[in-house]
């Protein structure tokens, strides 16, 4: 009898992680299975509890790599802030832009908000995500004020991205420029 040979595949484990941000994004959580992730990635269904203490461990890297991709594009958006003047205009792009953030981004976000309120080992994950957005604010605004236009910009990009009509530049630079203190 003979067998098939084995497949090198030292990428295994990324890529099923990889695989795993795309099934949440297509999927949700809910249905996020390991057949589905197996599928995906082309591998035999074993390798997600051979890579992994299970799927919650699973997708409990898929998040953190997610959050950590995230939280790169976030640090670019602001790395030219020097000032609170440039501060309201870079908020306020972040805003109006959706983080620069696809869809598909957004969805795996929003999983993980969610996830994060029902599974409490995954806040670790996004209060990592939530304290480099505040450091990377807080190069320029003190820490208090840091935390508060973060989660002012949170809640303003999900409004701008979750509506048909999104607030305008000008409304959206008024409350920013409110929290930081300057004149629009």
Do not use: C, K
């Not at 497949?7 to 249905?31: K, W």
């Not at 799927?55 to 030219?80: C, I, Y």
């Not at 209060?127 to 809640?155: F, K, Y």
């Amino acid at each position: 009898m003979s067998t098939a040979p084995r497949r090198h595949d030292p990428d295994r484990r990324d890529r099923l992680v990889d695989v795993t941000i795309d099934v949440i994004a297509e999927h949700g959580l809910a249905g996020l299975t390991a057949r589905r992730i197996a599928t995906a990635a082309d591998v035999p269904l074993g390798s997600v509890t051979y890579h992994f203490d299970g799927l919650g461990d699973l997708v409990r890297e898929a998040f953190v790599r997610h959050s950590r991709t995230m939280a790169r594009v976030f640090a670019a958006h602001f790395a030219d802030v020097t000032d609170r003047a440039s501060m309201l205009e870079a908020a306020t792009d972040f805003v109006l832009q959706g983080h620069r953030a696809s869809p598909r981004e957004w969805a795996v976000a929003y999983e993980l908000y969610l996830a994060a309120l029902r599974r409490p080992a995954l806040r670790e994950v996004t209060e990592s995500w939530m304290g480099s957005s505040r450091q990377t604010l807080q190069r320029v605004l003190a820490p208090d004020l840091a935390r508060a236009l973060d989660g002012v910009m949170e809640g303003l990009t999900m409004h701008a991205i979750l509506t048909t009509a999104p607030p305008t530049r000008e409304e959206t630079r008024a409350v920013l420029a409110r929290v930081l203190e300057v004149t629009p």
